[in-house]
C-alpha cells in the first residue's frame, strides 16, 4: 500500500481523546464576602453602591475565589501590597506591571496543574504542546518556560491560543484533535493558565462591577491522543458560531492599566435565544438529537449563564449541578473552568455516555464540543 493511501487509512482509524485533565489553582483563597470588602474600598463606593456590589455578590452564586494576590483578603488599604494604598497619590499598577505578575506567577501554576499528569506520563511522550491563556503574556513564553522547567523535548512542536477568552480550551481541544488525527502516535499537550484577577478595575462600571464579581485565577492541563484508555473521552464533533451583532455584548481589552472587560447584561438573553440552535446543529453531524445526550459539561461563565442554557435548552438546573458547584468554589476563571467542569463529572460518566458541552467568549462566540466515554 502506497504511504499515500496508508496516511487515508490511518486518519480513518485514528480516534482523538481526552485522556487526562488535571486542574490546580494558586493557594489563595478567598470568601466572597471578603473580597467584596476590598471591592468597596478600593473602588471607593459610596453607601448606595456598596449595597448595589453587595447584592451583586449576593446573587453571583459564587462562595469562594482564587488569586495569586493577597490584597483582595483586606478591607484596610493599610495590607495591601499589589495595589497602592489610597492616599498616597500613585495610581493602580499599569499593564506592564501586571505582565510582570503573571510572567512570575503563570508558570508555577502551570506546574501545579501538570503533576497529576506526570505521574502517568513521562514528559519526553508528548510530542505537541499547546499553552492557552487570555490574561497574561510574554515571549519567550510559558511554551518555553515549560520546556526548560519539565523535561519537555526542546524540539516539541508549539501552538500558543492567546487572547480568545473563556471558550479558547474548545480552540485547544480543536487544535489537538486535528493534530491526533494527522499523526496518529502524537501525543498532546494542554496547557491552560489564566490569572484573572490580576486585571481588577476601580473605576465604578457595570462592566467592572461584573468583571470584579465573578472571576478567579486557575489552570488546567489535558492530555489528547489516539489511546483509548478505559477512562477516555472521545471526541466526536464540534461546532462554533459567532452572533451576528453581538461583538460589542462582550469583548476583552488592553488598556493603560491591565485588560478591560466589556460584559454586557444582554450576553445571558443572547445565549438562550442561540443554544438550541447550535447544539442541534452540532448533534446532526452524527445523527443524535437532545434526548440521546447523557450528560451536560456547560462553562459556568456566571449563573445567569447557566440559567440562560436550561432557558434554551428547555432543560432543568440539575443539568448543570457539576458547573454549579464549579462557580460555587472557583467562579468564572476564563479558559480552565470548562475543563473543570468535565473534571468534575468525570467520575460520574459512565461508559457510553455521551456529553454535550458549550463555552463562550468574545464576539459573541459560542462554541460547542460532544464527547462520549469509552466502553470498559
Known amino acids: 500500500m502506497s504511504k499515500f493511501l496508508l496516511n487515508i487509512v490511518n486518519q480513518e482509524l485514528s480516534m482523538p481523546y481526552i ?18 470588602g476590598f471591592m468597596q474600598k478600593a473602588m471607593r463606593l459610596n453607601d448606595e453602591n456598596s449595597r448595589k456590589l453587595r447584592a451583586i455578590f449576593r446573587m453571583s452564586g459564587i462562595q469562594r475565589r482564587h488569586t495569586v494576590i493577597p490584597d483582595y483578603q483586606f478591607s484596610d488599604d493599610k495590607d495591601w501590597s499589589f495595589y497602592p494604598p489610597l492616599n498616597n497619590g500613585k495610581a493602580l499598577p499599569n499593564t506592564g506591571d501586571r505582565m510582570q505578575l503573571f510572567e512570575k506567577h503563570a508558570l508555577p ?13 513521562e514528559a519526553k511522550e508528548f510530542t505537541h504542546l499547546i499553552t492557552v491563556s487570555c490574561t497574561g503574556m510574554f515571549a519567550p513564553g510559558l511554551d518555553i518556560q515549560l520546556i526548560k522547567k519539565t523535561g519537555l523535548n526542546s524540539d516539541i512542536e508549539r501552538t500558543s491560543i492567546q487572547f480568545m477568552g473563556c471558550f479558547a480550551a474548545f480552540n485547544a481541544l480543536k487544535t489537538a484533535h486535528h493534530i491526533a488525527r494527522s499523526e496518529k502516535d502524537a501525543k498532546v499537550l494542554i496547557v491552560c493558565v489564566e490569572l484573572c484577577t490580576i486585571h ?3 473605576e465604578f462600571s457595570e462592566d467592572n462591577l461584573l468583571a470584579n464579581t465573578l472571576f478567579g485565577d486557575g489552570a488546567s492541563s489535558v492530555v489528547v491522543s489516539n489511546e483509548k484508555t478505559k477512562d477516555a473521552l472521545e471526541m466526536k464533533a464540534f461546532k462554533s458560531v459567532v452572533e451576528n451583532d453581538s461583538e460589542q455584548e462582550m469583548a476583552w481589552n488592553i488598556g493603560n492599566l491591565g485588560f478591560e472587560m466589556k460584559l454586557s447584561s444582554y450576553v445571558p438573553e443572547v445565549i438562550a435565544q442561540n443554544i438550541a440552535k447550535l447544539g442541534e446543529e452540532l448533534m446532526e453531524k452524527l445523527s443524535l438529537t437532545l434526548k440521546d445526550i447523557n450528560q451536560f459539561a456547560i462553562h459556568p461563565g456566571g449563573k445567569r449563564i447557566l440559567e440562560a442554557v436550561e432557558k434554551g435548552l428547555k432543560l432543568p438546573s440539575e443539568i448543570n449541578a457539576s458547573a454549579y458547584k464549579i462557580l460555587r468554589e472557583f467562579g468564572n476563571m476564563s479558559s480552565p473552568t470548562v475543563l473543570f467542569v468535565l473534571h468534575e463529572m468525570w467520575n460520574k460518566i459512565q461508559p457510553k455516555d455521551k456529553v454535550l458541552s458549550f463555552a463562550f467568549g468574545p464576539g459573541l462566540t459560542m462554541e460547542s464540543m460532544l464527547l462520549e466515554r469509552v466502553e470498559k
Open 109 to 121: 501554576l502551570a506546574q501545579k496543574s501538570l503533576e497529576k499528569v506526570f505521574e502517568r506520563y
Open 19 to 36: 485522556n487526562l485533565i488535571s486542574p490546580a489553582n494558586p493557594e489563595i483563597s478567598i470568601a466572597q464576602n471578603d473580597i467584596a
Open 200 to 202: 481588577f478595575q476601580s
